[in-house]
């Protein structure tokens, strides 16, 4: 039976302090490419409201070049707490992206410098800056200055093996005036893949006097509970377990305030969820939101019988009507007795 310790329970009883903000919620959905748009943290938030939601990652370089802001910095007024995510490697520009992020709405706003995506990389964005220390700070530095909320960063523990270099980089960004630090326990080496170390966010920790966050293979609520446990951060982000599945923020944050698990949703329950969020994307971007939509369609559709193959008709659709049709005679057949089956391809690559 899953249990809070006590201390662990003691340590996470008070709101989650960023600088002078703060969260009544120690479970923060992560941004996510292509995935945390509003209509899907509008979803996350049914189920996590106090949580901290985070826009897609902004570039910063293209910010400065338009004259209005793109779709996916686009907040809602009453979904707080917010943080607007943004990249690049130019000190001046991000602390531009960053004035235009406060006004709209961003509570806190977080530097990307964990991106491992090789068209971040390149241009000196995401883990890159990892190799240039000197260039974080001074992001770090200037945007700080040139806003008046928190500014976090978000980050890998390394380059590769040979570079594991996020305790020295850690204290950097504190000392220049991050509010906090979201460590991922993986190197850009390691994509997505093998496991995440979370004994080096654990190191951090001991490090650091602003709040650590754990990232990476938090999956479920048992393994949120145990990266705490072992590591001592502050809190967790809940990244590709949310993928088809919007209510893990909810249920790690539901346990760590009561000490109880919620019952997970059934295929029919996530089968509604898939419905709701292909209609509501259609409704916000149109034929786009539609295209869009085909990845989370397929990432709802595990945990009963013909699901591999629903995942393949949906990943198809060419209009919303489409999809509705195939999730609704999906959920007809369910809700008509057919036996749900273990569904053991469960965890998607992000794209």
Request: charged residues 25%; proline residues 5%; glycine residues 8%.
């Amino acid at each position: 039976m899953l249990t809070l310790s006590p201390s662990l329970k003691a340590r996470l009883s008070q709101p989650l302090k960023i600088g002078s903000f703060e969260v009544n919620s120690r479970v923060l959905q992560s941004p996510l490419s292509g995935v945390t748009d509003m209509v899907f943290r509008r979803l996350v938030r049914r189920y996590a409201p106090e949580s901290m939601m985070y826009t897609e990652m902004v570039n910063a370089t293209g910010l400065h070049y338009v004259k209005e802001l793109p779709k996916i910095m686009e907040v809602d007024p009453n979904e707080r707490p917010i943080s607007i995510q943004l990249f690049d490697c130019r000190p001046d520009f991000l602390a531009e992206a960053a004035v235009k992020a406060v006004a709209e709405g961003a509570d806190t706003v977080d530097i990307n410098m964990g991106c491992p995506v090789n068209k971040i990389t390149k241009n000196g964005g995401g883990s890159s800056l990892l190799r240039q220390p000197e260039v974080a700070e001074a992001i770090m530095r200037e945007v700080v200055k040139a806003v008046d909320v928190p500014v976090t960063v978000k980050t890998r523990i390394g380059w590769n093996d040979k570079e594991i270099t996020i305790l020295d980089f850690a204290k950097r960004m504190e000392d220049a005036g991050a509010k906090m630090i979201t460590v991922h326990g993986r190197t850009r080496a390691q994509g997505y893949n093998g496991h995440a170390r979370w004994e080096w966010i654990a190191r951090v920790k001991e490090v650091l006097s602003i709040p650590v966050i754990g990232n990476g293979d938090i999956f479920s609520v048992e393994a949120a509970v145990k990266c705490l446990e072992q590591t001592g951060a502050d809190g967790v982000m809940c990244s590709r377990g949310t993928l088809g599945y919007p209510f893990l923020v909810g249920e790690v944050d539901y346990f760590l305030k009561t000490g109880e698990l919620l019952p997970p949703p059934t295929p029919i329950q996530r089968l509604e969820c898939a419905r709701e969020h292909l209609q509501a994307l259609w409704e916000y971007k149109g034929d786009r939101g539609v295209r869009q939509a085909r990845k989370h369609m397929t990432w709802y559709a595990k945990g009963f019988v013909g699901a591999a193959d629903l995942r393949g008709q949906l990943s198809l659709v060419e209009t919303v009507n489409q999809g509705l049709d195939l999730i609704d005679r999906a959920i007809e057949k369910l809700a008509n007795g057919y036996e749900l089956e273990v569904d053991t391809e469960s965890n998607f690559a992000l794209i």
